[in-house]
């Protein structure tokens, strides 16, 4: 079945920068699109970014625009969140998630267990 | 501010039947997916589309959606639907995709 794993959370401290990873299992990764999805502490969920299949198509939430790049690799099955500039407000749990549609309906699945970021000095 | 609005919480006695009403101008014309997310447990789909359940989620939970407005309901309430519920969907001014601020729904 369809699986995807986050990794690549850690500590980091304002301004510097991390790297996180969804490695996905269980369907073609190739013909999806992926977003990733965060949760705050004490917050609710809050969508990030979307890549299309192809990569021809990204988009950002305003609140990291400019600052955190989606990328993928179809060879090896991976996406990717590269964050710049880490504030204390991207303090969270980020979720990968796969990209399905029909029509005018959009929904994620899977998700994976997320991988935690805490931005502090 | 999202701009899918939810109330922030609503209660449900054992079995009986609860709504869950997710509002914003984008539902007009996109379907909302709803999410069921339990503490310390990844978030999970309980409803896409105009009334779509995805496989392994009970027949209790169904969905609709009126103008701006969309609708999870939950028709016999089990302990175990205790969680926050989220909606999301495709938006058009803005953010591309947006969720709802969450209910917190107590059984």
């Known amino acids: 079945q369809a699986q995807v794993v986050e990794s690549g959370g850690g500590v980091a401290q304002p301004g510097r920068s991390l790297r996180l990873s969804c490695t996905t299992s269980?369907?073609?990764?190739?013909?999806?699109?992926m977003h990733w999805v965060r949760q705050a502490p004490g917050k609710g969920l809050e969508w990030v970014a979307v890549i299309s299949h192809d990569e021809d198509y990204k988009r950002y939430a305003d609140s990291v625009k400019g600052r955190f790049i989606v990328s993928r690799d179809n060879s090896k099955n991976i996406l990717y969140l590269q964050m710049n500039n880490l504030r204390v407000d991207d303090s969270a749990i980020y979720y990968c998630?796969?990209?399905?549609?029909?029509?005018?309906?959009?929904?994620?699945?899977?998700w994976g267990q997320g991988t935690p970021v805490t931005v502090s000095s | 501010s999202s701009e899918l609005t939810q109330d922030p919480a609503v209660s449900v006695a054992l079995g009986q039947t609860v709504r869950i009403i997710c509002r914003g101008d984008s539902l007009r014309n996109y379907n909302a997916s709803w999410y069921q997310k339990k503490p310390r447990q990844a978030p999970r789909v309980v409803m896409y589309g105009e009334n779509n359940r995805p496989s392994g989620i009970p027949d209790r939970f169904s969905g609709s959606r009126s103008g701006n407005t969309a609708s999870l309901t939950i028709t016999g309430a089990q302990a175990e639907d205790e969680a926050d519920y989220y909606c999301n969907s495709r938006h058009d001014n803005g953010n591309p995709w947006v969720f709802g601020g969450g209910t917190k729904m107590t059984v």
């Open positions: 998630t796969r990209d399905l549609r029909i029509s005018t309906s959009t929904w994620f699945d899977p």
């Open positions: 269980g369907f073609t990764f190739s013909t999806f699109g």
